[in-house]
């Protein structure tokens, strides 16, 4: 959940700003039998002017996330044709994985346990990735963004960066993981709608707590430049719907105006971010040192002459890792239930008395609904954590781990008992953008992170 979106239906094409003309095949690879035309690489110097030293050695994983980046699997809608390619390329080695759904089962989540040589599920590492990618709906590119283009150092495609080339290696290392001999099970987890608020991998974790499988760390690969991450805040979102009472606007004490609660509403979520700012908790390790928050879209009422009668707010709140979700929301629905709501009570009490109208219908019309549409908890994993040290190890660096202000699944792993870091090829700022692009020695990099991960588990 790098930034906030919403579902789009449909996944309508970008618009392509000018073809380019395809490569000249002159070398293949294949997967599954599937044959792959790339570009010589002395070939393709020629043309730029250089030599054949010049040009980039290609991933060995890139054929993956070109199959992967072919299937739109756009948020909110179904993202099956990735998930029965991975599955059945799991199945091609004899491990077999456990799909749990979204309500209408057009959406899901994969799990695979590759167990330990003597058949143990119990510990090791997980990888995991989301499936799902942003909307390309209004952005202009150079190229469909669904066709991965190799152009220099950088390959482009919707996904590449954000997380379709971490998938991609995953399943690059496949058959290096059914050839050794594991000491810990590997366990890889691939989940749907991350990008609308991480609704899909809870789901996949209550599952998996269900079943008893209880691995030791978990490594998200949002793109991280190859970057340890061990905390990011909290990412919630919530709807708060109010019911009044409409009249005209010249007997307004006959009605009730749910705006004008709105807007008790508004102040004291104004009040509360600025209680944060100045009060605190503060972590000074973040850009922004202190939870955030704010009511970033609202709308009620009729025209101007008519007491409105209804109001939708929807509201983002930003917390650090040290802070609950439980407890925000209690703070939230005191103030809605324990305050608004009465006050709007009160006002309907003396609608009812001025207007003549029975005692208790206005009262029972009015009325407020909180819903929480999305909340991801924060990652707060310890500088000092087994799985730092284990990631310092498998990197080959002592660089202290980071922390972002961006949201991820991570942070659902680790409240699911399992020791979690973020860390993946690709920088976060190219994520969701129009051209998205990822380095491919950011992928070469990955593709050595993870051998040395199954030397790891191997040993």
């Known amino acids: ?240 719907e109010i019911t009044g009472t409409a009249k005209h606007a010249s007997l307004a004490p006959h009605g009730v105006s749910a705006v004008n609660a709105a807007g008790e509403f508004i102040t004291f979520f104004s009040r509360l971010a600025d209680t944060w700012q100045s009060e605190g908790p503060f972590d000074d390790a973040f850009m922004v040192p202190y939870a955030t928050g704010g009511v970033n879209f609202v709308r009620g009422g009729l025209q101007y002459n008519i007491v409105a009668e209804y109001a939708e707010l929807e509201y983002d709140l930003r917390t650090l890792p040290s802070m609950t979700t439980e407890s925000v929301v209690e703070l939230i629905e005191d103030e809605l239930f324990d305050k608004i709501l009465p006050n709007l009570k009160a006002r309907a009490r003396k609608a009812e008395e001025l207007s003549g109208a029975h005692s208790g219908v206005l009262q029972e019309r009015v009325q407020i609904k909180h819903e929480l549409l999305a909340a991801v908890p924060g990652l707060g994993t310890a500088d000092d954590a087994p799985i730092i040290a284990l990631m310092n190890e498998l990197l080959g660096t002592s660089e202290a781990p980071e922390k972002v202000t961006y949201g991820t699944e991570a942070g659902q792993f680790q409240r699911a008992g399992i020791e979690s870091v973020v860390c993946g090829p690709g920088d976060i700022a190219q994520a969701h953008s129009a051209n998205e692009w990822i380095e491919l020695e950011q992928l070469r990099e990955c593709e050595r992170f993870f051998e040395a991960i199954l030397r790891w588990a191997s040993q």
């Not at 995991?128 to 963004?145: A, F, L, N, R, Y």
């Open 1 to 240: 959940m790098k930034a906030n979106s919403q579902v789009h239906r449909g996944g309508r094409r970008a618009k392509v700003l000018r073809e380019r003309k395809p490569h000249n095949p002159t070398q293949s690879h294949s997967i599954e039998g599937e044959s792959v035309s790339t570009e010589d690489p002395a070939q393709s110097a020629a043309h730029a002017g250089g030599t054949a030293s010049d040009i980039p050695v290609e991933p060995q994983s890139l054929e993956w996330m070109r199959r992967l980046v072919a299937i739109p699997s756009i948020s909110g809608t179904s993202n099956l044709g990735v998930i029965e390619l991975i599955e059945a390329e799991f199945a091609r080695y004899g491990y077999a994985g456990q799909r749990t759904y979204n309500a209408d089962q057009t959406r899901a989540n994969l799990w695979v346990t590759v167990p330990a040589a003597d058949g143990s599920t119990e510990g090791g590492i997980v990888i995991s990735g989301h499936t799902d990618v942003v909307p390309v709906e209004g952005q202009t590119w150079d190229s469909d963004p669904f066709t991965l283009r190799v152009e220099g150092s950088r390959a482009y495609g919707r996904g590449v960066c954000d997380m379709k080339g971490f998938l991609g290696v995953a399943l690059w290392l496949l058959p290096q993981v059914a050839r050794a001999q594991l000491r810990v099970p590997l366990h890889f987890a691939f989940s749907y709608d991350e990008e609308i608020g991480c609704v899909g991998a809870p789901t996949m974790l209550k599952d998996v707590v269900n079943r008893n499988i209880r691995p030791q760390f978990a490594i998200v690969g949002e793109p991280s430049s190859m970057r340890v991450i061990s905390a990011h805040k909290g990412a919630h979102r919530g709807r708060v």
